[in-house]
């Protein structure tokens, strides 16, 4: 199927590559179905591409790149709902982009879940946590003075 997308132009897609959001994502309820789209060549940003709506994209990423001890518990439930196995599952974030690029900020605080094997994702708010949902992307490095 073709795809017109917000960073891509248009895309030949197929639909096995297509992620279902059962119940959308917070604040686009109506917005169910998506792909993800490498973004960069290293491999380290995608787009999540609607594809009902061209101009809704999300810049996403691993959280574990740039915050390797980024954990959560996810709950049994919400794996069974989704009918995915553990092993199987990827987390993106959401990133919104600032100029300069090294402002950014990264969403911890409410994960993307998603089996693209299954065609399933889910974002989930963590609500017990001290993740936020502007973290700086990159997080500050202290110096150790000398």
Request: zero cysteines.
């Given at each position: 199927m073709k795809l017109?997308?917000?960073?891509?132009?248009?895309?030949?897609?197929?639909?096995?590559?297509?992620?279902?959001?059962?119940?959308?994502?917070?604040?686009?309820?109506?917005?169910?179905?998506?792909?993800?789209?490498?973004?960069?060549?290293?491999?380290?940003?995608?787009?999540?591409?609607?594809?009902?709506?061209?101009?809704?994209?999300?810049?996403?990423?691993?959280?574990?790149?740039?915050?390797?001890?980024?954990?959560?518990?996810?709950?049994?439930?919400?794996?069974?709902?989704l009918g995915v196995t553990e092993e199987h599952i990827t987390v993106f974030s959401i990133v919104t982009a600032k100029e300069p690029f090294e402002e950014s900020t990264i969403n911890l605080q409410a994960p993307l879940i998603m089996d693209t094997k299954k065609g399933k994702g889910k974002q989930i708010i963590l609500n017990q946590t001290n993740y936020q949902t502007r973290t700086p992307l990159f997080p500050k490095v202290e110096s150790k003075g000398e």
């Open positions: 017109t997308t917000k960073y891509h132009g248009e895309q030949v897609i197929e639909e096995k590559v297509i992620i279902t959001f059962d119940e959308g994502i917070p604040g686009f309820p109506n917005e169910q179905k998506f792909v993800l789209l490498l973004l960069t060549d290293d491999q380290s940003f995608f787009v999540l591409q609607s594809v009902k709506t061209p101009n809704l994209a999300f810049v996403v990423t691993s959280p574990f790149l740039t915050y390797p001890d980024y954990e959560f518990k996810l709950d049994d439930e919400i794996v069974e709902s």
